[in-house]
Nanobody, 124 residues
Framework: QVQLVESGGGLVQAGGSLRLSCAAS????????MGWFRQAPGNEREFVAA????????YYADSVKGRFTISRDNAKNTMYLQMNSLKPEDTGVYYC?????????????????WGQGTQVTVPS
């Protein structure tokens, strides 16, 4: 079992930056990869970025490439999402997720563990 807790959300003006954190606890040594997803009202949960726990591979949705950076600090069992040049369409609840298995990193169904989410709001 893995427990995940996100933090760092908030309200930021367009063009601004935020850094989200996801602290993992429990059986973290078995994690294969972790990801960030977001969900806006009325929309399905969508993939944002993913990283293998080793840090050897990272993946991004086209909509955030060049603006967001995913990273992890294994010593702190924490994953981060640095978000720059934020846009109103980045608004939503951001969730971190973890999986023990390889699979389609962009599919929410591949992840067995989820945090409670943190709200990011970028007013238009």
């Amino acid at each position: 079992q893995v427990q995940l807790v996100e933090s760092g959300g908030g309200l930021v003006q367009a063009g601004g930056s935020l850094r989200l954190s996801c602290a993992a606890s429990g059986r973290t040594f078995s994690i294969y990869s972790m990801g960030w997803f977001r969900q806006a009202p009325g929309n399905e949960r969508e993939f944002v970025a993913a990283i293998t726990w080793s840090g050897s591979s990272t993946y991004y949705a086209d909509s955030v490439k060049g603006r967001f950076t995913i990273s992890r600090d294994n010593a702190k069992n924490t994953m981060y999402l640095q978000m720059n040049s934020l846009k109103p369409e980045d608004t939503g609840v951001y969730y971190c997720a973890a999986t023990y298995y390889t699979g389609d990193y962009y599919e929410p169904s591949e992840y067995g563990y989820w945090g409670q989410g943190t709200q990011v709001t970028v007013p238009s």
